[in-house]
């Protein structure tokens, strides 16, 4: 079974779960882009459940 057949099977299953796969970034003012900036300067293993909390309320 080839790669492709795997990505086309996942990219329809998120499609009908009402997501996507993303091709690009996150946008950095989106939690997920918050996260990643923080984690690139201080390291992923400093985040903690508070980080994510926080950047859910945009404060991170």
């Known amino acids: 079974m080839s790669n ?3 990505d086309d099977d996942l990219a329809f299953a ?3 779960t009402g ?3 993303a ?3 996150p946008a950095p ?3 997920l882009g918050r996260i990643l ?3 690139a ?3 992923y293993e400093s985040l903690t ?3 994510f909390d926080l950047a859910k309320l945009g404060l991170l």
Do not use: R
Request: proline fraction near 8%; hydrophobic fraction near 30%; glycine fraction near 4%.
């Open 49 to 51: 459940d508070e980080h």
């Open 4 to 6: 492709e057949h795997i």
């Open 23 to 25: 091709t690009e970034p």
């Open 19 to 21: 997501f996507e796969l």
């Open 29 to 31: 003012d989106t939690p």
């Open 37 to 39: 900036a923080y984690a």
């Open 14 to 16: 998120l499609q009908v």
């Open 41 to 43: 300067e201080h390291g």
